[in-house]
T-cell receptor
Framework: QKEVEQNSGPLSVPEGAIASLNCTYS??????FFWYRQYSGKSPELIMS????GDKEDGRFTAQLNKASQYVSLLIRDSQPSDSATYLC????????????FGTGTQLKVEL | DAGITQSPRYKITETGRQVTLMCHQT?????MFWYRQDLGHGLRLIYY???????DKGEVPDGYVVSRSKTENFPLTLESATRSQTSVYFC?????????????????FGAGTRLSVL
């Protein structure tokens, strides 16, 4: 069973701080990794994708991938109350067609 | 409007009734997916489709039926609804792009259908 694991949280950070969200996965040959943000009562929306080892930055968001250790992380700099949401990690496993396997999500709360 | 739309947004039904949830996308994406989301379980794949007339089971297919006669539509039917099928259902679609040998599949989600089975 291929798995994607996340700490459910909630992760609480003060406004302006860096929020660090982590995700581990079980298959070494996975190629594509995604972070989705989901506000309460809404649908998931893609915020970052990463395909190779290293860091990928987009505005206040940085995705980090370490395939040897089988983890992917999301850093949110200068966290804002509007970042309060559940963050879903998703992995495209090799041989799985176009299917993504999702973690259960980490709830982030950014406090004023 | 372009995008992916689900209908209805909310549905209340009774056990034993047949219910169909609709999903329509305008991107001509090859792949379409149905998920259910329940507290503590995250998103679980029910069925997916790689193209018109091609469908396959996901993680939790029991009690559900799908069809895909046209690329843009992917309805999900609960043949005889049960209380355990009370959930939020999301439809998603993705294209298949290749760059440097890697498939860069991004799934885009509809707004969801909140289904209650009484």
């Amino acid at each position: 069973q291929k798995e994607v694991e996340q700490n459910s949280g909630p992760l609480s950070v003060p406004e302006g701080a860096i929020a660090s969200l982590n995700c581990t996965y079980s298959d070494r040959v996975s190629q594509s990794f995604f972070w989705y943000r989901q506000y309460s009562g809404k649908s998931p929306e893609l915020i970052m994708s990463i395909y190779s080892n290293g860091d990928k930055e987009d505005g206040r968001f940085t995705a980090q991938l370490n395939k040897a250790s089988q983890y992917v992380s999301l850093l949110i700099r200068d966290s804002q109350p509007s970042d309060s949401a559940t963050y879903l990690c998703a992995v495209l496993f090799t041989g799985g067609g176009n299917k993504l396997t999702f973690g259960t999500g980490t709830q982030l709360k950014v406090e004023l | 409007d372009a995008g992916i739309t689900q209908s209805p947004r909310y549905k209340i039904t009774e056990t034993g009734r047949q219910v169909t949830l609709m999903c329509h996308q305008t991107w001509s994406h090859s792949y379409m997916f149905w998920y259910r989301q329940d507290l503590g379980h995250g998103l679980r794949l029910i069925y997916y489709s790689a193209a018109a007339d091609i469908t396959d089971k996901g993680e939790v297919p029991d009690g559900y039926v799908v069809s895909r006669s046209k690329t843009e539509n992917f309805p999900l039917t609960l043949e005889s609804a049960t209380r355990s099928q009370t959930s939020v259902y999301f439809c998603a679609s993705s294209g298949l792009g290749l760059a440097g040998g890697l498939a860069k599949n991004i799934q885009y989600f509809g707004a969801g259908t909140r289904l209650s089975v009484l």
